[in-house]
């Protein structure tokens, strides 16, 4: 069995596991490093960033509190500690298999490499503005994950409405998209409720009209904006699982930089540093699969070698 | 010209094909008496015998031809507008009688005998030329290749394309020049051919065909890192590909490698690297032997490289498959013409710390300034790891057969030691 078998196996197991594993009452906590969205309610486990957005606005509660005359350090402990675990459960899970997660177990990016399949079999190209402009919109990410960071803080203290708690969820494309292979539809409609509600929802049509378009033209386009992968970056020195590149064995035909779908070039460009993980990297390996080089490119789980590219390899049909 | 001239050209002409044909026929029946012939090699053999006139080639393959210099232009696209491309060479000592004359002094010995050969009208004796010429713009010497023909005298004009090879392989501009080269191509190729369109489906099947020659090929290369193979065979096999059929080549290699199942003798393995060599010009591979040296290794793009790797695809619009063969076809390409190329001098130093082989043996034909000028670092780079380098400067010419084994096996009593 090839490596990208393998890993479309895993991709739909992961797809299946998370989207419909709470029929069969699994919980996986609410630490996954992935989306895999808490809006589908047959989810097997909550996709991490909404754990910290709710830890952190629950977490600057007493501010809140502070400013309407309540008691503002009731619960303050049993929250911390909170964002904490969730913290130390995340930590672990990206530290053992890296940003695999996006990869190898991410059903929203599945749903992506659908799109890009389809795209594939019409025998329509990958779009080129988008792929040169891969490094501007690259940096979205962080703005997100800044975006991700302040609001819940500012909503948990009060300054904005509480909706703003989970204000990426609110506009993440997943939040509309995954829920439809659970036949729920409620959230590709308005929501008339209140008007912070009424512009989130009106957001969430636009961006996932957006990032499907994107999607459609470029692969793996919604992991350019991920902040999911961004967060992910501040573990890269630790990630048990690695990919590593003996340069002197490159031959600089270009394979991995054409196949990566996040159009990387760190790992074609590095001709002196073996740790060749790109910050957008989302650890698929397809790279490797692809490096007509024999032992050009590695990967690793600690010091262990998994899987090596090989020129025999890279022939097969 | 005069009658007399012509009668004297005639006469030359018909000198020089005799003794052509003996100089092919002596080289076959040298390949056809070595103790480790096997029926299973004959068909490479006699691919090399049969000629290299585009009426065989075409009667063989079913396919018009086109000539091809150099190995930059994708030969997936070649085969799926229904072509058959042959790499122009030259390998006869004696053709390059005919093109001296009007040729510098020093002078790539391989493209002087192509010119020689091309002049003796061999490409034409059947009264078939090759339908087009391709030329990537990769050494000087391609670079001028038409010029080269037209003083020569050569009559055969066929449709001829130029491919401008961008000499730098790291930068974008580059790659999207290349590729541009690539459509152009494929626009040249169409014109000719009178296929307006070709469907991605019909490129991806031509691609595959190529990949599993490469596969097959792969696993004779890992045959020949054994020391299984001499590098005799290894060459007259890479030789022979354009000769035929990628298909039928393919199930040939396939058939013939078992019989490689053991390694003869335990000699010093050596990396042999530097300018081609062609059938029936394998001069410097029968001295190697003589010396007791064992080529387990070579970046020939005669040999080893006469496929750029694997070409790997995953998108499969037109574009993304004309995308993929652009790339890997100058990107993958370690020819020494190409400015950014520390990864060709990597290529060869990197097995030599995995103690793959003892030395290597840099050949250069006389006027081959690309090989020759990088010699130089590869020299510096070699001496600096402790690891022996012999260059060896040589043409087609057999005088200095007896100095160059000498040296050579004085090369092999340092690797002994």
């Known amino acids: 069995m090839t490596l990208a078998k393998l890993r479309y196996i895993t991709q739909h197991i992961g797809f299946l596991v998370f989207t419909y594993g709470g029929f069969l009452q699994i919980n996986l906590g609410q630490s996954i490093p992935c989306l895999s969205c808490p809006f589908v309610y047959s989810c097997t486990g909550f996709c991490y960033l909404m754990m910290l957005q709710r830890a952190l606005g629950v977490l600057f509660l007493p501010l809140n509190r502070a400013f309407s005359g309540a008691d503002p350090w009731s619960n303050i402990a049993d929250n911390f500690l909170s964002l904490l675990f969730g913290l130390g459960i995340f930590s672990v899970l990206v530290i053992v298999l890296g940003k695999s997660w996006c990869g190898w177990l991410c059903p929203f990016g599945l749903v992506q490499d659908w799109i890009t399949r389809l795209r594939r079999k019409l025998g329509i190209r990958e779009s080129e503005i988008l792929v040169r402009q891969k490094e501007k919109l690259s940096v979205i990410k962080y703005i997100l994950l800044g975006y991700l960071f302040i609001m819940p803080v500012l909503a948990g203290s009060g300054v904005l409405p509480v909706d703003f708690i989970l204000a990426f969820c609110n506009i993440c494309p997943a939040k509309a998209l995954m829920p439809l292979f659970a036949g729920d539809v409620q959230y590709i409609a308005m929501d008339f409720s209140t008007r912070v509600a009424l512009g989130f929802s009106l957001a969430l049509l636009i961006v996932t009209a957006a990032m499907l378009i994107g999607m459609f033209f470029k692969d793996r386009f919604f992991c350019l904006f991920c902040p999911m992968l961004a967060l992910m970056n501040f573990y890269k020195r630790l990630y048990l699982l690695k990919l590593a590149k003996e340069p002197m064995a490159c031959h600089g035909c270009g394979n991995c930089r054409r196949t990566c779908s996040l159009d990387n070039e760190t790992v074609y460009r590095e001709r002196v540093k073996s740790n060749v993980y790109d910050a957008d990297c989302m650890g698929c390996f397809k790279c490797v699969e692809g490096c007509a080089a024999d032992k050009s490119l590695l990967v690793k789980l600690g010091p262990f070698k998994v899987f090596s590219s090989s020129r025999r390899y890279a022939a097969r049909i | ?417």
């Open chain 2, 1 to 417: 010209m005069s009658n007399n001239q012509d009668d004297r050209e005639g006469r030359l002409k018909k000198k020089i094909l005799d003794r052509f044909d003996d100089e092919t026929s002596q080289e076959i029946k040298i390949l056809k008496s070595r103790p480790d012939f096997r029926p299973e090699l004959e068909y490479f053999v006699d691919l090399l015998a049969g000629g290299r006139d585009p009426a065989t080639i075409s009667a063989r393959t079913g396919r018009p031809v086109v000539a091809l210099m150099c190995l930059q232009a994708p030969l997936e696209l070649f085969h799926v507008y229904g072509l058959q491309p042959f790499k122009i060479f030259g390998g006869t000592m004696v053709a390059q009688r005919l093109s001296a004359p009007q040729l510098p002094a020093i002078m790539c010995p391989m493209l002087r005998s192509a010119l020689g050969e091309l002049h003796l009208d061999l490409a034409g004796s059947k009264g078939q030329k090759f339908l087009a010429w391709v030329t990537p713009t990769t050494c000087d010497w391609v670079v001028k290749i038409q010029d080269m023909m037209e003083v020569c005298g050569i009559t055969e004009k066929p449709p001829f394309h130029r491919l401008e090879l961008p000499h730098l392989k790291d930068r974008t501009e580059s790659q999207d020049r290349w590729l541009e080269e690539v459509y152009l191509l494929r626009g040249f190729l169409s014109q000719i051919t009178g296929k307006k369109k070709i469907r991605r489906q019909d490129l991806a099947r031509s691609m595959n065909i190529y990949q599993k020659s490469w596969h097959v090929f792969s696993n004779l290369i890992d045959l020949k890192r054994t020391g299984r193979v001499p590098e005799i065979w290894f060459m007259v096999i890479s030789n022979s590909f354009f000769f035929d059929d990628a298909e039928k080549w393919t199930e040939s290699v396939k058939k013939a490698l078992p019989v490689f199942n053991k390694r003869e003798k335990a000699l010093p393995d050596i990396f042999l690297a530097g300018s081609p060599i062609f059938f029936p010009n394998l001069k410097m591979l029968h001295l190697l032997e003589e010396a007791g040296l064992n080529v387990v290794m070579d970046d020939l793009c005669s040999s080893e490289r006469i496929f750029p790797g694997a070409v790997y695809f995953d998108d499969f619009s037109e574009h993304g498959l004309l995308k993929a063969l652009a790339q890997r076809y100058h990107q993958g390409c370690l020819c020494p013409t190409f400015s950014d190329n520390d990864r060709r001098i990597n290529n060869i130093i990197a097995p030599a710390h995995k103690d793959l082989y003892k030395g290597v043996v840099f050949h250069v034909l006389k006027g081959c300034h690309p090989f020759d000028l990088e010699s130089l670092t590869l020299e510096c780079r070699l001496k600096d790891m402790g690891l022996k380098f012999i260059k060896l400067e040589t043409d087609y010419t057999s005088e200095d057969s007896q100095t160059l084994l000498t040296r050579l096996e004085a090369y092999r009593n340092t690797l002994a030691n």
